[in-house]
């Protein structure tokens, strides 16, 4: 088919991240192996990737309540006497709870500041901070959901390198600095996120055990 | 010598051409064709709300009794399109409550419906049957009850996997006890209890029910009350499937199913207990549809339950089927029309199941009816993909996801793009691909040399450069939705094939390398295309030409741009080399 439209063969342009993907004109591959394809050694996905793969969000919610609910069986036994039959009903509730109080399942509401939209995350999909975090970082603080990443052993959000830290609001309406409690006990109270500048985080909450005991005032004080 | 048929019998006539293609085509003859056509069409379709204006629609087309309406991009479903992009089925409900009172269908796709538009159905349409609402958002179950209380004919209502605010069971009570006209329900989606005994009675009340899709919530102990009432079902979704070791449930339960003599579909099988599996084994041979992807249920289980269907053709399934599972659905599901392979854990890179390419090379050998395939897996070969191709020319719609971006062959570590070419040089008739692993310009060049009935390309992670969006645009004579996401996309291929984009629904491209001045030279050069600039960090304003864009969403509309855009949408104004909002 003939075509007086001539490109170059050459590789992706102006796209900086893409440059190495000259590699590939060779079609050999052989290079990529090593690079964008090795499963990263805790068994995730070498990245993140935000939609990706492609499983409606529907579908993953439904996934893992049953996870949940599964994993509550697990820890509890299932027998056939009334006792454990109990405990079902209370696992299930407190799905039906998870879901009334992020909306849908594993879904809560990101905002970033000086971002006027914020995005949902689902919650579900981690199973760590650091997961959750850099899925963040990838969302708000980058321009495109790059797959090629440096190598991060640690994601600034958490270890407070960056200009913005992650906050959440808790079922109780307190905003608490994500990271401070077990991730299962996260999981049951927060409400919503929020990545905040560092400098607007003043008096951020302190830990779950001391927050039982310190007054409301020690609280996170927004500056709204 | 002029003649002309009177108007009754060309009325007549027209009733019988029922493709919207061939309506449009009839509407195209002549004026009083295109006068008398337009009066007595009563099915509409809007595959993108907006490519024209609810009053151009109204305007035209007087008398419509059905209406679907497509909202948002199909990326939507993976949370690539951002809170508030738009999608309001607002405006559209209220000019039709204006324009249509016969109106008795409404289907929507991916909108965002609200409370008080669906109050507005059920008090707007006296004739009002069928309600579907897919994939879509924004009401509660306040608006359901006022759509069960109100619309005294309804026959369905479908609520497919929308995010509905749940408040309460109630609203199922608001169907009066005078409503028996119910064939269809679905409420799969909701998450909390409905009022289980509403729930019993409406089901009773009903003769002419046909499908009930029950949610999580109900539970396996009650369905046998509720199948003894509907023995006439065609299609069930079933609630929670496990209740411990309960051998009078069992029992209950597949003397239920034994009653249910019309029963042909099956799905829902939340939480299973393989051991309640079998209590449908008298149904096994008579259904055709079989939908287990959401039970967690091991091989050994699947197999048993597949083995038992020589009738099925439509199969979904979760990867725990393994490639054993799908031998047996080789052998035994002669009849199989579609398949569909779900991951259980799609953010491992290595899960726990034996599912390869093996499973889907075996169905495509053994099943000859095989059309339709979405499988999602963590290897794949060339070798596997024309063996595929080589036994399936038939296939019209085939979505491959190998879970690692990027994964080449597993066996020669090559790119995948040969295979993918079998499969557009050999499956003439396909129409729907998905695209995934390791591709080069290559592919591209295969697919627009061959694929030339294909309406629908996804692509993602794949290509060199613009070389490869231009072998698409230019090739493929048939191409309707074009959605790309992180490929080394540009300029190029965009400036060289606007024309094409006009005769395209739309195109989407996200983290690809187009550029802002770009985007403005397409939109003065194109009047007919709304081009859509989506980006998130707000600094749309300070856009340099050479600016590479976020997200962009092209397609072709009669209705100028959009007024409802979040701020951090632009359409590009053609009149005007700046932009405003």
Redesign the interface.
């Known amino acids: 088919?003939e075509?007086t439209?001539r490109?170059?063969?050459?590789?992706?342009?102006?796209?900086g991240d893409?440059g190495d993907?000259?590699e590939?004109?060779l079609?050999?591959?052989?290079s990529?192996?090593s690079a964008?394809?090795a499963?990263?050694s805790n068994?995730?996905?070498?990245s993140?990737?935000?939609?990706?793969?492609?499983?409606?969000?529907?579908?993953?919610n439904?996934?893992v309540?049953?996870?949940k609910?599964?994993k509550n069986e697990e820890e509890k036994g299932?027998?056939?006497n009334d006792g454990?039959?109990k405990k079902?009903k209370n696992s299930?509730k407190n799905d039906?709870k998870m879901?009334?109080e992020t909306?849908?399942?594993g879904f809560v509401k990101v905002n970033m500041d000086?971002?006027?939209?914020?995005?949902?995350v689902?919650l579900n999909?981690h199973d760590c901070y650091e997961t959750l975090a850099q899925a963040l970082e990838i969302m708000f603080l980058k321009?495109?959901?790059?797959?090629r990443r440096e190598k991060q052993q640690h994601s600034r959000l958490l270890d407070g390198s960056s200009e913005f830290v992650l906050t959440y609001e808790d079922k109780e309406g307190d905003w608490m600095l994500v990271g401070d409690v077990p991730w299962r006990m996260f999981l049951g109270t927060v409400k919503r996120l929020r990545i905040m500048k560092t400098s607007d985080a003043n008096g951020l909450a302190p830990r779950y055990q001391e927050k039982n005991q310190k007054p409301k005032s020690k609280q996170l004080e927004l500056r709204r | 010598m002029v003649y002309s048929l009177p108007e009754e019998v060309l009325e007549h006539v027209f009733s019988f051409i029922t493709l919207d293609k061939d309506r449009n085509a009839v509407s195209l003859v002549c004026k009083s064709w295109y006068e008398i056509e337009r009066w007595c069409r009563r099915r509409i379709f809007v595959g993108n709300c907006y490519a024209v204006s609810p009053s151009i629609m109204t305007r035209r087309f007087p008398e419509v009794r059905s209406v679907e309406l497509k909202g948002k991009p199909h990326f939507a479903d993976f949370n690539l399109v951002p809170e508030g992009w738009g999608g309001f089925a607002c405006p559209w409900i209220s000019e039709m409550s204006r324009a249509y009172p016969w109106l008795e269908e409404i289907r929507l796709k991916r909108m965002v419906v609200t409370d008080e538009s669906l109050e507005l159905i059920s008090t707007s349409f006296k004739n009002f049957k069928v309600l579907v609402l897919s994939s879509c958002e924004g009401f509660s179950t306040d608006g359901l009850a006022a759509i069960a209380a109100n619309c005294r004919n309804l026959r369905k209502l479908d609520l497919r996997e929308s995010e509905v605010m749940d408040l309460s069971g109630h609203w199922l009570s608001h169907f009066p006890n005078t409503c028996t006209s119910l064939e269809s329900l679905n409420i799969a989606c909701l998450g909390s209890e409905v009022s289980f005994s509403a729930l019993e009675r409406l089901v009773g009340r009903s003769p002419n029910l046909k499908i009930l899709r029950l949610n999580r919530a109900v539970p396996l102990e009650k369905l046998s009350t509720l199948l003894c009432r509907a023995p006439q079902l065609v299609e069930l979704g079933t609630g929670a499937y496990s209740s411990g070791i309960r051998s009078d449930v069992y029992s209950s339960l597949s003397k239920a199913f034994l009653g249910c003599k019309e029963l042909k579909g099956l799905s829902g099988f939340w939480d299973v207990d393989p051991s309640y599996l079998l209590a449908f084994y008298s149904v096994c041979s008579r259904l055709t549809s079989l939908n287990l992807s959401y039970a967690t249920i091991r091989s050994p289980d699947i197999t048993k339950v597949i083995s038992q269907c020589p009738n099925l053709q439509r199969l979904w399934v979760l990867d725990h089927v393994e490639d054993s599972g799908l031998n047996a659905v080789a052998l035994s599901c002669k009849d199989l029309r579609e398949l569909r392979v779900f991951p259980s854990d799609p953010y491992i890179a290595d899960a726990n199941v034996t599912l390869t390419e093996q499973g889907l090379v075996s169905v495509s050998e053994g099943c000859p009816k095989l059309q339709s395939v979405l499988y999602f897996c963590r290897q794949m070969s060339n070798s596997a993909l024309i063996t595929i191709a080589r036994n399936r020319p038939n296939l019209i719609c085939f979505r491959l996801c190998v879970i690692e971006p990027r994964a080449p062959d597993y066996l020669t570590l090559e790119p995948l793009d040969v295979g993918f070419g079998a499969i557009v040089e050999h499956c003439k008739e396909l129409r729907r691909l998905s695209l995934s692993g390791l591709l080069t310009d290559r592919v591209f060049e295969y697919i627009g040399r061959h694929a030339k009935r294909l309406e629908m390309l996804s692509i993602a992670f794949a290509g060199n450069s613009d070389l490869g969006l231009h072998h698409v645009l230019s090739g493929c004579d048939g191409l309707r939705k074009l959605e790309i996401r992180d490929c080394p996309f540009g300029d190029k291929a965009l400036l060289a094939n606007v024309a094409k984009l006009e005769t395209m629904r739309s195109l989407w491209m996200s983290s690809c390398a187009v550029s802002y001045g770009a985007c403005k030279f397409l939109s003065q050069k194109m009047p007919m295309l709304n081009v859509e600039v989506i980006d998130e960090n707000g600094s749309l304003d300070s856009r340099f030409d050479s600016c590479p864009v976020e997200k962009l969403y092209i397609y072709r509309t009669v209705a100028g741009p959009r007024s409802d855009m979040p701020g951090y949408i632009r359409t590009i104004d053609r009149d005007r080399v700046n932009t405003i909002s």
């Open positions: 088919m075509t439209f490109l170059s063969g050459g590789g992706g342009g102006d796209g893409y993907d000259d590939l004109e079609g050999l591959g052989l990529l192996t964008a394809y499963p990263s068994g995730a996905l070498s993140q990737v935000v939609g990706w793969p492609p499983v409606k969000t529907y579908r993953m439904s996934l309540n049953q996870a609910f599964s299932v027998g056939g454990s039959k079902k299930n039906e879901v009334k909306g849908h399942s000086g971002l006027p939209i914020g995005r949902k689902d999909a321009a495109s959901s790059s797959i």
